[in-house]
């Protein structure tokens, strides 16, 4: 008899397509969450999969702080063109200009909290019940908490004490009025799947995660590319190197490493030789040990 | 971690931990991770900060499996956590649950998705009455794989005694598990490393593999059910495009059996019977379908077919009942199983009333005796119900297919998750 056992990759790509398709049944307005970061990319690229021959049945939704690396706005544009699917924006500098969120001062201001604010006022214009993202539970330590289906309250908080308890492949999408989802199709995948699985489905990725050449400082322990946005202070020296980014984030506290890994197959051998966390080089999350669940619980991605 | 290309031939197996409070569950979970190369500097970083701050005189590794505030605050864990680590022949997936508070539900989500549940024993102790239950709460989620760590066997000096201990309680209760088909014990120590991932030469007695070993070769290949072939349709595919403008495909995932390019199925509730006449994962056609692939199937007739509906045989059709008998956990801490009592089920793709009409008994899961006599149902509480749905439900019982035979109760008016069950 045949041996029908599936290798991981092929069982998360399962578990995901379910999880999009859960989406568009149980829902009536999702939106995905797309930042141009190779997790929103995989997660486009199996909802394009969920939903073969149609197009995918729901908006992308950018929430855009406007410190953009300009080859993540060009990669979104020309893969949002290339699915045929509507693009969604949500300006931080939007929500600053109307006084709903406040610019952050100091050496080290970053917009990334200020998304969550926009992000809430983005579902609340859009009228989504469910945004899709790319989080992983592997990423960050509240993050292995996280459900498949993550309820979120009127305002958009998640409440870790008191989730519902997600059991076999059986998802409950159920809501009050103005409660909505954040739904994580990716939620079992580490970084290395990820990297995997665009390898063996040569999905398109873009330049910044293979090594280039790039003006950086050293701030922090974080090596941050030079942009219009981050610049060098004072006592800082800018200097070239070879680099890559593992995550894209906002350009001011995404920090790039030093790598010569300049395709798929030398960047997978990169990241399983690696001894520190993609996130590691996130200064967002350094802020203290529990940054990422006191940003979540304010309604972050 | 794994190197170049091997992880095209690496598979998956899901597994659940379980332990009383003081066990060493976390201490054995980082020894994995350790051992494995699966903790990061950064991580190993951040941990002997807290571990400093806190005051603790080694290096934490509870910390690693502990993320949220309150859980690091109180020095409990909370949920349950899914970890992740991968040898180049498998990509792991553990949820960890908690040794205490709310222990019954945790375990029974943790274990729902598993192939394989871990236990841990003190060698000290030997089996205590935890030891039964989570045996029992394995057992009743149906997983086939239990492997017993008998932990702490520096502690007895590596003596064989207490490992053979361990193996006489356990097979006298053994015969009582439905499910179970493998039982594995294996003598370790987590702290020192002894059988975690490497042969301890502290206990030559010892004739079988470390556990590590096991992880990676125990096989879980034929717990699923490749003969009774089940298609619960999620979604309905119609692009509306002038390139496809006849497109009609079903999409969901299949929850038993092969479905094959030809096949005669016939689709329930309508009973009528068409051929398969496309297969497709994405843009791509393939031959067949099996468990747990996510595919669209396209038909050679159209028939009337939509969410919840479920494609099968002819030959081979599952129970079609509105009456329905269930033994279920009970999740709620504000609502409580009545009788007559009115909920929403989530049954596969589909989702209708159930009104609850016997309890019929509960399970002390301590003595694993049945009580007829309380009734009342409050969070953690396992028993047997009978209900009646709103339109009929198709299934096998939770022991033949683990997708066709679960369910979750749901509060109508809060939208809770109320309870899940089991099929019989």
């Known amino acids: ?301 | 971690m794994s190197t170049e290309k091997d992880y095209i031939n690496m598979d998956m197996l899901r597994f659940t931990t379980a332990g009383s409070v003081d066990d060493g569950k976390s201490t054995l979970i980082g020894r994995l991770f350790h051992d494995t190369k699966s903790i990061f500097e950064d991580q190993l970083e951040a941990i002997e900060q807290s571990s400093k701050k806190r005051g603790d005189e080694n290096i934490n590794l509870a910390l690693l499996t502990d993320g949220l505030r309150a859980e690091r605050e109180q020095g409990i864990t909370i949920d349950v956590a899914y970890r992740y680590f991968a040898t180049p022949k498998r990509k792991f997936i553990i949820a960890d649950t908690p040794g205490h508070i709310q222990y019954t539900r945790n375990m029974v989500t943790g274990a729902s998705t598993a192939n394989l549940a871990l236990i841990l024993v003190d060698a000290r102790n030997g089996v205590v009455e935890q030891t039964r239950r989570h045996s029992f709460i394995a057992d009743l989620l149906g997983i086939k794989h239990i492997a017993v760590c008998i932990n702490k066997m520096d502690l007895v000096n590596y003596e064989e005694d207490a490992y053979e201990k361990v193996l006489r309680q356990f097979s006298e209760f053994a015969s009582r598990l439905e499910n179970v088909s493998e039982l594995t014990f294996i003598p370790l120590s987590a702290l020192k490393g002894d059988n975690v991932v490497e042969r301890s030469d502290n206990m030559p007695w010892y004739k079988g593999a470390p556990l590590l070993y096991h992880l990676e070769n125990v096989y879980v290949g034929s717990d699923a059910n490749h003969v009774d072939a089940r298609f619960p349709v999620q979604w309905v595919i119609r692009p509306h495009s002038d390139r496809h403008h006849d497109f009609r495909g079903f999409a969901g995932r299949v929850a038993g059996g092969v479905f094959k390019l030809g096949d005669e199925i016939t689709a329930l509730p309508s009973g009528f019977t068409t051929k398969i006449s496309k297969i497709m994962l994405g843009e791509k056609e393939i031959e067949e379908a099996f468990f747990p692939q996510s595919v669209t199937i396209q038909l050679e007739d159209e028939i009337d077919i939509s969410r919840g509906d479920m494609l099968v045989k002819p030959n081979n059709q599952p129970n079609s009942s509105q009456d329905l008998d269930a033994r279920i956990c009970w999740f709620s801490g504000s609502k409580k199983l009545t009788q007559g009592g009115k909920y929403l089920i989530k049954h596969t793709t589909k989702t209708a009333q159930a009104m609850i009409s016997e309890i019929t008994y509960k399970v002390d899961v301590n003595s694993l005796r049945k009580n007829e006599e309380d009734k009342e149902f409050n969070m953690n509480d396992i028993g047997r119900i009978k209900f009646r749905t709103s339109e009929p439900v198709f299934y096998d019982t939770y022991r033949r297919n683990r997708n066709t035979g679960s369910f979750i109760l749901i509060d109508p008016f809060t939208h809770q998750t109320l309870a899940a069950g089991m099929l019989r």
């Open chain 1, 1 to 301: 008899m045949r041996n029908y056992n599936l290798n991981h990759l092929e069982q998360l790509e399962a578990e995901a397509i379910f999880v999009l398709r859960e989406t568009a049944a149980q829902f009536e307005h999702p939106g995905l969450l797309f930042s141009g970061g190779k997790d929103s990319i995989i997660m486009a690229y199996l909802a394009a999969k969920a939903f073969a021959p149609a197009k995918i049945p729901f908006p992308f939704v950018h929430v855009d702080t406007g410190h953009n690396f300009h080859e993540t706005i060009a990669f979104r544009d020309k893969f949002v063109e290339e699915y045929g699917v509507n693009l969604v924006v949500g300006l931080v500098q939007d929500s600053i200009d109307r006084g709903t969120a406040t610019e952050e001062t100091g050496p080290n201001a970053s917009r990334n909290a200020l998304q969550s604010v926009t992000l809430l006022e983005t579902i609340d214009r859009e009228n989504f019940d469910a945004c899709l993202g790319g989080g992983r539970r592997d990423e960050e330590k509240a993050r292995a908490k996280e459900r498949f289906f993550s309820h979120r309250d009127s305002f958009g908080q998640w409440d870790p004490k008191n989730q519902r308890p997600e059991l076999w492949n059986l998802f409950n999408g159920g809501k009050g009025q103005g409660e909505n989802f954040r739904i994580f199709p990716l939620s079992n995948w580490t970084e290395m799947d990820v990297w995997q699985y665009a390898k063996i489905e040569e999905i398109e990725l873009p330049s910044l995660y293979f090594a280039h050449e790039r003006d950086v400082l050293e701030r922090n322990g974080s090596l941050l590319a030079i942009t219009d946005f981050v610049s060098a202070n004072e006592n800082e020296e800018v200097r070239k190197e070879t680099v890559r980014f593992r995550t894209i984030g906002d350009a001011t506290c995404t920090g790039a490493v030093i790598s010569n890994a300049s395709n798929l197959d030398e960047v997978i051998a990169e990241v399983s030789a690696s001894r520190i966390t993609e996130r590691g080089s996130r200064a967002d999350d350094k802020r203290s040990e529990a940054a990422m669940e006191d940003r979540k619980k304010q309604g972050y991605f």
